[in-house]
């Protein structure tokens, strides 16, 4: 089946504007997070959504960066007034949930953010 | 504040060698220790996971061990391949919540033929 797919697969921008990051998740996954990777870092959690409510948003930076996922599928990840620290790769993962043994997290390929 | 280190930043074996990455947590309360495989380009993907009752954990030519006292675990991959040449990551999490991965910082392994 499909995996987890993410749009666009880059992105730039001009310092100060806004962007979207979308998230396809697996078809029948509940769970969904955002990860941000720096160069040469590892990911590092932005927000965890279960269903259609973010459960955990406390690896956000700031109130400039925003996620939605208002049917429980597909997730946007949203950043205002973008600063060139903003560059990353954001990825997306899902999972079938939180309890029992599906804890697995599968990722997306990532959306190459690059802000000028 | 990281909560979970690794070493070596990189690590360069030739084919048919053993390669071993080193991970150390600080939060006891993490019970899954995953490891991550990434290439350029890509996700990370699941390569080998384990829960903190199990000392070993083999599959195929990757295996996990385990110290829970001295809160460490390392992935250690038999005979390397040049296929193998990737970024590792090892992270944990807490079962309950959100479940987040605390990801280390990678170590990029090359193999040579």
């Known amino acids: 089946g499909a995996g987890v797919s993410q749009t666009p697969s880059n992105k730039v921008t001009e310092k100060g504007k806004y962007v979207e990051l979308r998230c396809d998740p697996i078809?029948?996954?509940?769970?969904l997070y955002w990860y941000r990777q720096s160069l040469g870092q590892g990911p590092e959690f932005l927000i965890y959504f279960q269903g259609t409510g973010a459960a955990d948003d406390s690896g956000l930076p700031n109130d400039r960066f925003f996620a939605v996922r208002p049917e429980g599928s597909v997730s946007t990840l949203k950043i205002q007034r973008t600063e060139r620290g903003d560059s990353a790769v954001y990825l997306c993962?899902?999972?079938?949930?939180?309890?029992?043994?599906?804890?697995?997290?599968?990722f997306g390929p990532g959306t190459r953010l690059t802000v000028l | 504040q990281q909560q979970v280190k690794q070493s070596p930043q990189s690590l360069i074996v030739q084919k048919g060698g053993i390669s071993i990455i080193n991970c150390a947590y600080e939060?006891?309360?993490?019970?899954?220790f995953p490891w991550y495989q990434q290439f350029p380009g890509k996700g990370p993907a699941l390569l080998i996971a384990i829960r903190p009752d199990v000392s070993e954990k083999k599959e195929g030519r990757f295996t996990i061990s385990f110290n829970k006292s001295a809160k460490q675990f390392s992935l250690h991959i038999m005979d390397s391949q040049p296929g193998d040449s990737a970024t590792y990551f090892c992270a944990a999490t807490l079962r309950g919540g959100s479940e987040k991965l605390v990801f280390g910082k990678g170590t990029k392994l090359t193999v040579n033929p």
């Open positions: 939060n006891t309360a993490f019970d899954y």
């Open positions: 993962a899902s999972s079938l949930g939180t309890s029992g043994s599906v804890r697995e997290q599968f």
């Open positions: 078809s029948g996954h509940t769970a």
